[in-house]
């Protein structure tokens, strides 16, 4: 997948949306502070900063969207409204702020929090665009996630069989060379850049074993290859739809921590 | 969830009716009137091989032996008592044509407040019985009568409940037993389509789209004039290029429709019940632009050249249709010539199987993050239990999980001993009633495709074994916003199509 495409919004009329309410935005703040000095405790700066807190709180609903996807007609509305939502959120935010750096401690953390909530969210979008590309491109396996481990050890179970009554060299090799990797998954984020990484390397040595045996052996070798091919897919496979669900960990609890910081924001602002 | 006791006293029923299914032996069959238009010397060996598949049963009065909806791969024929059928009102059936949706994501269903007529797609497949001149009435069959032979051969839903006045002994002739016999014998040939002509030729005509504006006594002459033919699985039926001399019209089966393109043959459709073909060439007198292939056993009425030009010259809006058909088919043909990928996903179809599904799940892998929310959101439309798995063949950067395909003929309803498994009449949805369905499995072997799934409920049997009941997809048919699998999907990666929509085929997987 080019790069291009994964930055190509799904829903382009969402993302100029997007993009129009941000640049409306900022345009208020630049006519409003032009106008007045602005604060983000009165006026427009607070308008802002309200809608940027209820923005947060609607995004924190996302999990509702099932079993329905009420009020949106489908979980892919529910999406693309968070994602664009969240972005323009922060915009909101931002002109709250008045564009300035914040005084305090718990500004800071806002900042920083709401920032980083909305890059992770980002990552994800992108990750969640470039890895399934990958994976149907890439792969001639599909497996799920929660299988891939009792799959490697069918493989492996499979290739012990084939392995019954091999020639002496094969043999070796096998318990050697192979086996080993074949008994577990093995993760790796190498395969978020190159689904197939490291697989002609790793089917080299079989290439050259299959030289060294006799032509009865030699299909016995390029099953083997193929078992290990097999294997090596999986663990693509386990890897990526691994980081598919472990983003989320970058993702949800800032989530939360934001929403309790922005509550104390909010109460602060009240009683103070 | 029914009770226990309901459950058991439907098994038990169900069991007994085995026990009443006795192999039929060779010397009692060898005597029947069924046999005797087959010649003398081959008698004993078509007899041999047609006895696997025919049982005696014998029934006492008031027993039911086959119900008006429901789907059966078998013909019964009555060899002593009598049996009555009983034909429901055409007043109770569905006014309009039923129509084979492409999407599937609102059906022509009250139970959905969104349909619309615009989310039809294809031509009007009409899913109805044959009831055929009888309808409302009640009949009699004696001894030497045969009935559900239209059903089992045409796998249309069976147009009539019949049931034993007596005590009645009946042959139940499963569907091999019924193709062996007609395709050995040509008396029995002739007997059974002289039956289908005279019973249920007229409305099977009627009810399809092409011919519902045909008044009612040209109907009567089609019927008359028409011919019934039946095609093995690969049988040409038309090859390209030979001069056209009728007009066909599919009564079961499917029909490859395929072009010549160097020393290859390139599909361009395929026709199911209720679809024709023909109008290419005699509208202009030309040679077929097509061959068309028996995909499976195939059942067709042919309408001669002159008959066809009759109906175009009384009906000039028949004409305007048929030619409306033929420039899209040409077109079609024009566009598999020049882009034969896309032949390629109506032959893959027809490799798979696909083309038996009205509405087939599909996911796309190069989107679909595997986040399983099509796989719960089903499991919230339906109690927590998923009706599929997100595993299957994959096709290209498609996903064909195990999820029901609504298919055509939905083999999986033939024999379900208490019709547990139903397809209203008009509708799409093939569903399973977990009240009566007593968990024997017959669907979950029959469906070729293993996508109907037997699962362990809370309730217990009688012998204290955990009560598995049969479940598939049924579209969420009571769920107003169509299938959760689809509408839940957060990347729109989840689609369900009919490969008839060859556009929307075309387009979602180039």
């Given at each position: 997948?080019?790069?291009?495409?994964?930055?190509?919004?799904?829903?382009?009329?969402?993302?100029?949306?997007?993009?129009?309410?941000?640049?409306?935005?900022?345009?208020?703040?630049?006519?409003?502070?032009s106008?007045r000095?602005?604060?983000?405790?009165?006026?427009?700066?607070?308008?802002?900063?309200?809608?940027?807190?209820?923005?947060?709180v609607?995004?924190?609903?996302?999990?509702?969207?099932?079993?329905?996807?009420?009020?949106?007609?489908?979980?892919?509305?529910?999406?693309?409204?968070?994602?664009?939502?969240?972005a323009?959120?922060?915009?909101?935010?931002?002109?709250?702020?008045?564009?300035?750096?914040?005084?305090?401690?718990?500004?800071?953390?806002?900042?920083?929090l709401?920032?980083?909530?909305?890059?992770?969210?980002?990552?994800?979008?992108?990750?969640?665009?470039?890895?399934?590309?990958?994976?149907?491109?890439?792969?001639?396996?599909?497996?799920?996630?929660e299988?891939?481990?009792?799959?490697?050890?069918?493989?492996?179970?499979?290739?012990?069989r084939?392995?019954?009554?091999?020639?002496?060299?094969?043999?070796?090799?096998?318990?050697?060379?192979?086996?080993?990797?074949?008994?577990?998954?093995?993760?790796?984020?190498?395969?978020?850049?190159?689904?197939?990484?490291?697989?002609?390397?790793?089917?080299?040595?079989?290439?050259?074993?299959?030289?060294?045996?006799?032509?009865?052996?030699?299909?016995?070798?390029l099953?083997?290859?193929?078992?290990?091919?097999?294997?090596m897919e999986?663990d693509?496979h386990?890897?990526?739809?691994?980081?598919?669900?472990?983003?989320?960990?970058?993702?949800?609890?800032?989530?939360?921590?934001?929403?309790?910081?922005?509550?104390?924001?909010?109460?602060?602002?009240?009683?103070? | 969830?029914?009770?226990?006791?309901?459950?058991?006293?439907?098994?038990?029923r169900?069991?007994?009716?085995?026990?009443?299914?006795?192999?039929?032996?060779?010397?009692?069959?060898?005597?029947?009137?069924?046999?005797?238009?087959?010649?003398?010397?081959a008698?004993?060996?078509?007899?041999?091989?047609?006895?696997?598949?025919?049982?005696?049963?014998?029934?006492?009065?008031?027993?039911?032996?086959?119900?008006?909806g429901?789907?059966?791969d078998?013909?019964?024929?009555?060899?002593?008592g009598s049996?009555?059928?009983?034909l429901?009102?055409?007043?109770?059936?569905?006014?309009?044509?039923?129509?084979?949706?492409?999407?599937?994501h609102?059906?022509?269903?009250?139970?959905?407040?969104?349909?619309?007529?615009?989310?039809?797609?294809?031509r009007?497949?009409?899913?109805?019985?044959?009831a055929g001149?009888?309808?409302?009435?009640?009949?009699?069959?004696?001894?030497?009568?045969?009935?559900?032979?239209?059903?089992?051969l045409?796998?249309?839903?069976?147009?009539?409940?019949?049931?034993?006045?007596?005590?009645?002994?009946?042959?139940?002739?499963?569907?091999?037993?019924?193709?062996?016999?007609?395709?050995?014998?040509?008396?029995?040939?002739?007997?059974?389509d002289s039956?289908?002509?005279e019973?249920?030729?007229?409305?099977?005509?009627?009810?399809?789209?092409?011919?519902?504006?045909?008044?009612?006594?040209?109907?009567?002459?089609?019927?008359?004039?028409?011919?019934?033919?039946?095609?093995?699985?690969?049988?040409?039926?038309?090859?390209?290029?030979?001069?056209?001399s009728?007009?066909?019209?599919?009564?079961?089966?499917?029909?490859?429709?395929?072009?010549?393109?160097?020393?290859s043959?390139?599909?361009?459709?395929?026709?199911?019940?209720?679809d024709?073909?023909?109008?290419?060439a005699?509208?202009?007198?030309?040679?077929?632009?097509?061959?068309?292939?028996?995909l499976?056993?195939?059942?067709?009425?042919?309408?001669?050249?002159?008959?066809?030009?009759?109906?175009?010259a009384?009906?000039?809006?028949?004409?305007?249709?048929?030619?409306?058909?033929?420039?899209?088919?040409?077109?079609?043909?024009?566009?598999?010539?020049?882009?034969?990928?896309?032949?390629?996903?109506?032959?893959?179809?027809?490799?798979t199987?696909?083309?038996?599904?009205?509405?087939?799940?599909?996911?796309?892998?190069?989107?679909?993050?595997?986040?399983?929310?099509?796989?719960?959101?089903?499991?919230?439309?339906?109690?927590?239990?998923?009706r599929?798995?997100?595993?299957?063949?994959?096709?290209?950067?498609?996903?064909?999980?195990?999820?029901c395909?609504?298919?055509?003929?939905?083999?999986?309803m033939?024999?379900?001993?208490?019709?547990?498994?139903?397809?209203?009449?008009?509708?799409?949805?093939?569903?399973?009633?977990?009240?009566?369905?007593?968990?024997?499995?017959?669907?979950?072997?029959?469906?070729p495709?293993?996508?109907?799934?037997?699962?362990?409920?809370?309730?217990?049997?009688?012998?204290?074994?955990?009560?598995?009941?049969?479940?598939?997809?049924?579209?969420?048919?009571?769920?107003?916003?169509?299938?959760?699998?689809?509408?839940?999907c957060?990347?729109?990666?989840?689609?369900?199509?009919?490969?008839?929509?060859?556009?929307?085929?075309?387009?979602?997987?180039?």
């Open positions: 997948m080019r790069a291009g495409q994964v930055l190509r919004p799904k829903r382009p009329r969402s993302f100029q949306i997007t993009l129009t309410l941000s640049t409306v935005a900022v345009l208020v703040f630049l006519v409003g502070s106008l000095p602005w604060s983000p405790k009165r006026g427009l700066g607070l308008a802002f900063g309200v809608l940027a807190a209820l923005l947060f609607v995004e924190m609903l996302y999990p509702a969207r099932r079993p329905r996807a009420r009020p949106f007609r489908s979980a892919m509305g529910w999406l693309q409204f968070h994602v664009h939502a969240g323009f959120a922060l915009v909101a935010a931002l002109v709250h702020t008045g564009f300035r750096l914040p005084s305090g401690r718990l500004g800071w953390w806002l900042l920083a709401s920032s980083w909530t909305v890059a992770t969210g980002l990552l994800g979008v992108w990750l969640q665009k470039w890895i399934p590309a990958s994976l149907a491109e890439g792969l001639r396996v599909e497996a799920i996630y299988r891939i481990p009792s799959l490697v050890d069918e493989l492996r179970a499979e290739a012990d084939l392995m019954q009554g091999a020639g002496d060299v094969l043999e070796r090799f096998y318990r050697s060379e192979v086996r080993a990797p074949l008994a577990a998954v093995n993760r790796s984020w190498a395969f978020l850049l190159d689904v197939r990484g490291g697989r002609e390397r790793a089917l080299e040595p079989f290439r050259r074993v299959a030289q060294f045996v006799d032509a009865g052996e030699r299909q016995r070798v099953d083997l290859m193929s078992i290990y091919t097999e294997k999986l693509a386990y890897s990526l739809q691994g980081i598919l669900r472990g983003w989320l960990v970058l993702h949800v609890p800032a989530a939360g921590l934001l929403m309790g910081l922005l509550a104390v924001h909010v109460f602060s602002w009240f009683w103070y | 969830m029914a009770s226990a006791t309901q459950r058991a006293e439907l098994l038990e169900h069991a007994r009716r085995l026990r009443l299914m006795v192999p039929a032996e060779a010397a009692d069959l060898r005597e029947l009137p069924l046999f005797s238009g087959i010649p003398e010397k008698r004993d060996k078509v007899v041999e091989k047609v006895r696997r598949y025919v049982h005696k049963v014998e029934l006492t009065a008031g027993e039911t032996i086959l119900r008006e429901d789907y059966s078998s013909a019964f024929y009555v060899v002593a049996v009555e059928v009983v429901a009102s055409q007043a109770g059936r569905p006014d309009t044509l039923a129509r084979v949706r492409g999407g599937a609102v059906p022509p269903s009250p139970a959905r407040p969104g349909a619309k007529a615009d989310n039809l797609i294809g009007g497949a009409s899913l109805l019985g044959v001149d009888l309808a409302g009435e009640r009949k009699q069959l004696g001894a030497g009568e045969i009935f559900g032979e239209m059903s089992a045409s796998r249309y839903p069976v147009s009539a409940t019949v049931r034993a006045e007596g005590v009645v002994s009946l042959l139940q002739i499963r569907l091999p037993g019924l193709r062996l016999l007609t395709a050995t014998s040509k008396e029995f040939k002739k007997f059974l039956r289908y002509r019973r249920s030729l007229a409305l099977h005509l009627g009810s399809v789209e092409l011919f519902s504006k045909l008044e009612a006594s040209v109907i009567e002459r089609l019927k008359q004039r028409a011919e019934l033919v039946s095609f093995e699985p690969g049988q040409i039926v038309e090859q390209e290029g030979e001069q056209a009728a007009f066909y019209l599919v009564r079961g089966g499917f029909v490859k429709v395929s072009v010549a393109a160097g020393s043959d390139l599909a361009v459709t395929y026709l199911r019940k209720g024709y073909a023909g109008e290419s005699l509208l202009v007198d030309q040679a077929w632009p097509f061959t068309l292939q028996a499976d056993h195939a059942e067709l009425v042919k309408i001669g050249k002159a008959e066809f030009r009759e109906l175009t009384r009906y000039p809006g028949l004409e305007d249709e048929l030619w409306r058909e033929a420039v899209a088919r040409l077109k079609a043909r024009a566009v598999a010539l020049e882009n034969p990928t896309q032949s390629e996903y109506v032959q893959m179809a027809m490799e199987g696909l083309i038996h599904g009205d509405s087939v799940l599909l996911i796309d892998l190069s989107t679909c993050t595997r986040c399983d929310d099509c796989v719960r959101g089903c499991a919230d439309a339906h109690a927590g239990v998923p599929f798995v997100r595993e299957g063949q994959k096709y290209r950067n498609w996903l064909i999980p195990t999820a395909y609504q298919c055509t003929d939905p083999v999986c033939m024999e379900c001993p208490t019709g547990a498994i139903t397809r209203a009449i008009g509708t799409l949805e093939v569903t399973i009633n977990e009240k009566t369905c007593i968990g024997c499995g017959n669907c979950a072997e029959r469906c495709w293993g996508n109907i799934v037997m699962i362990e409920t809370q309730e217990r049997r009688s012998d204290g074994k955990l009560v598995e009941l049969a479940t598939k997809c049924d579209l969420c048919l009571t769920r107003p916003q169509g299938p959760a699998c689809v509408q839940m957060p990347h729109g990666s989840s689609v369900r199509i009919s490969f008839k929509d060859l556009d929307r085929v075309t387009q979602l997987l180039r």
